[in-house]
């Protein structure tokens, strides 16, 4: 009897979350970020603006689902299993950061889910491949920030360049980027040195950069540790050109790196110096926008470019849902293989960041336009026409 | 490399292998009294960093909340052990040291104008960060005292793991640097020795003297001592070890943040910046068998400038080189020493 009892109280138990389920549609989008570890600086921008996105979307109810990866790819791909198979997004965010945004690739190409990638690196989409298909990415390639860099270098007659950059994948990316960029311009890499993060000192790599008499340095590292190569420079006399790249664009940076930095040109998205933007450049009335609303909740001064990069994924799915919506419901495999081409149809789109023109053979569809150059003038960004 | 080059990075080695000899010696002092390998001392570097970075900026740093929550959590910690012969003298003491203490850093923390001078910035530093260090001990080592040194390493592990989440909650993620004791540049030859140098070294130099003094002339340091050699030996004679372990613990606390206040201006400080500067201590701390103070002190210097010159030759192997010279250090040493169970 009491057996009986048990068994049906097991099968009403069991059944309950099939009532649970809502009979609405709703649309859901999984996200996957560093909001601790390393890359917390990169994370917690992001987290912020998610919660500024809209809770609906062309009549549908809209749902952000955030977990965190501390940047660790095990972690990643583990987020990105358990929110398309328990919770069945749409459509993945994440990672911050390239090694968990490649280790995920795997997960969103098997279950057929687009994703969308907050990372750097342009080997997130190419070459493109079966699996690749299904990956996107909002920030702009590296190799359109160093051609950026190049470009400049080789208008201001610069031949010679040492490199320093951060012994990991950002680092190591960059020197691959940076010397292809050189060399297609002539420029010549004369010295190449490597720093971890947490250094305290850079004393013999500053010494042998100094050695090698380079006409300007760039310093490839993202964050505050940016700064600890070049004020280590300037201690040592150094009077050549300081170029950084788009990892260090936010104020933390210039708050850590005082008067040492001023003069330091490097590529950045339109969004930071948004309001110096000409008026007839479209990207303006979104970047200002974001900035606006970020800073409304956030404090004024706390915008950051990697925030703005998770914001304009919600602004490539706003575009996309409304025409994946016309073929499928959501929740379904077709809706997500609809919402994959939706995506990659992304025609003209203003973002925070740039224009993005989708492709087949490109998923992140930025070009010149999605980047300006530059420098720091008295503790302030300001544009270099 | 010519000899300026070379006179450059031994300096560089130098001032680097001073703060690791802080951090060795309180590796060692903790190890010998607890048996605990403390992990977590690069932590105390980062929140002291960070704590008076946020001072130097006119902020009341988010460690002295942290610090009142953790004496909270250690009088709740305190009278769970001590619940079987609670007395009213037993009680009152807890609450002096794990409630009043914070209580009286937190007011001076919020009565102080914002920006004091380095010297009042870097004792409140001192004076909320180094309390931690006992508090951690009563909450994560007291109740497994007993228990082997492996146990004991990996309560550290977890202490580090939950001690980096709360800095990232309290600090933020973003770095930080601060205004150093000076700012004068002397020249000496081809040399330009920093004036934050020269208080590095020296602080090393008065630490190590005042430790030597410590342990060799008062009565505390000699209890330490005894627990050090025999920790049931001590009890017997009437020191009581769970004292000394908080004692050891709260000296390690403001040697770390010391250093921490020390290397606030050299170099960008974040919540998880500490542990690569701890473990360098650590290999410093392994080198000197964790039982000897002057050949850790010694192998923190020869650590520092092994990581100079490996920076100057191959920047991209640095961590790898600095860390490789444990491995000769340990086989020397298990092959000349047969291995001992507790």
Not at chain 2, 130 to 150: D, G
Request: glycine share 8%.
């Amino acid at each position: 009897m009491r057996r009986r009892y048990a068994v049906l109280l097991a099968a009403a138990v069991a059944a309950l979350p099939a009532l649970a389920t809502p009979a609405a549609a709703q649309i859901k989008i999984g996200v996957t970020i560093s909001t601790t570890g390393p890359a917390a600086s990169l994370g917690v921008p992001q987290r912020n603006s998610i919660a500024l996105l809209p809770q609906e979307i062309a009549g549908q109810a809209i749902e952000y689902i955030v977990l965190d990866d501390a940047a660790d790819p095990t972690r990643a791909v583990a987020n990105a299993r358990k929110l398309i198979d328990e919770s069945a997004v749409d459509a993945l965010v994440g990672s911050s950061t390239t090694p968990a945004s490649l280790a995920m690739i795997d997960v969103a190409a098997e279950k057929k889910v687009p994703m969308i990638s907050l990372a750097a690196s342009a080997r997130l989409i190419q070459p493109m491949d079966a699996q690749r298909r299904w990956v996107f990415k909002t920030p702009q390639n590296d190799s359109l920030m160093a051609d950026a860099i190049a470009e400049h270098m080789q208008k201001a007659g610069i031949k010679t360049v040492g490199f320093i950059g951060f012994n990991d994948a950002y680092g190591d990316g960059w020197l691959a980027e940076a010397t292809r960029a050189m060399e297609e311009r002539g420029i010549k890499l004369v010295a190449v040195e490597k720093f971890a993060r947490a250094d305290t000192s850079v004393t013999g790599q500053v010494l042998k950069l100094v050695a090698a008499k380079p006409q300007a340095v760039l310093i490839a590292g993202a964050g505050t540790p940016a700064a600890l190569p070049q004020k280590a420079l300037r201690e040592r006399g150094y009077r050549g050109q300081y170029y950084q790249t788009h990892g260090v664009a936010n104020m933390d940076f210039i708050r850590v790196g005082g008067k040492d930095v001023e003069g330091t040109v490097l590529p950045a998205g339109p969004v930071l110096v948004a309001a110096q933007l000409p008026d007839s450049n479209p990207i303006k009335k979104a970047a200002l926008d974001y900035v606006t609303r970020y800073e409304a909740s956030n404090g004024p001064g706390t915008v950051a470019t990697f925030g703005a990069h998770a914001f304009d994924a919600a602004l490539l799915l706003q575009a996309a849902i409304p025409v994946a919506l016309r073929t499928a419901r959501p929740g379904t495999p077709e809706f997500r293989a609809a919402l994959r081409d939706a995506l990659e149809g992304a025609n003209e789109l203003v973002l925070t960041h740039g224009i993005a023109d989708m492709k087949a053979t490109d998923h992140n569809g930025f070009d010149r336009r999605a980047r300006v150059m530059v420098t720091i003038q008295n503790g302030a960004w300001k544009l270099l026409p | 490399m010519d000899a300026d080059i070379a006179l450059i990075l031994l300096q560089d080695g130098i001032v680097n292998g001073a703060i690791y000899a802080l951090l060795a010696l309180s590796l060692v002092l903790v190890f010998a009294v607890t048996r605990v390998v403390l992990i977590p001392q690069g932590e105390f570097v980062a929140f002291g960093a960070l704590t008076y970075a946020a001072l130097d900026e006119g902020r009341v740093p988010g460690s002295v909340w942290l610090l009142v929550a953790l004496g909270m959590a250690a009088m709740l910690a305190g009278l769970a052990a001590a619940r079987r012969a609670l007395t009213a003298g037993g009680v009152l003491r807890l609450a002096v040291e794990c409630l009043l203490v914070p209580a009286l850093v937190l007011l001076a923390a919020q009565a102080l104008p914002p920006r004091p001078g380095v010297v009042v910035e870097a004792l409140l530093t001192l004076a909320i960060v180094a309390p931690m260090a006992p508090y951690i001990y009563r909450l994560a080592y007291q109740p497994l005292a007993e228990a082997s040194v492996l146990v004991l390493l990996i309560a550290s592990v977890g202490v580090h793991l939950a001690m980096l989440g709360l800095g990232l909650v309290f600090f933020g993620p973003e770095g930080y640097r601060a205004t150093g004791f000076s700012e004068e540049r002397y020249r000496l030859g081809a040399l330009t020795i920093p004036g934050q140098a020269l208080w590095i070294v020296g602080t090393t130099l008065a630490l190590m003297l005042a430790l030597y003094l410590f342990f060799e002339r008062t009565l505390a340091g000699k209890a330490l001592r005894a627990t050090a050699v025999n920790r049931l030996g001590a009890r017997l004679v009437g020191i009581a070890t769970a004292l000394s372990g908080r004692i050891a613990f709260l000296m390690a606390g403001a040697i770390g943040a010391l250093s921490g206040i020390l290397i606030a201006p050299l170099t960008t400080v974040s919540y998880d910046s500490g542990f690569l500067v701890g473990l360098k201590g650590f290999v410093a701390a392994i080198i000197g068998g964790l039982v000897s103070y002057p050949v850790a002190a010694l192998a923190a210097v020869v650590v520092g400038c092994v990581e100079s010159l490996s920076s100057f030759y191959a920047s991209a192997f640095k961590e790898v080189i600095v860390f490789t010279v444990i491995i000769p250090v340990l086989l020397w040493r298990s092959l000349r020493a047969p291995a001992e169970e507790e």
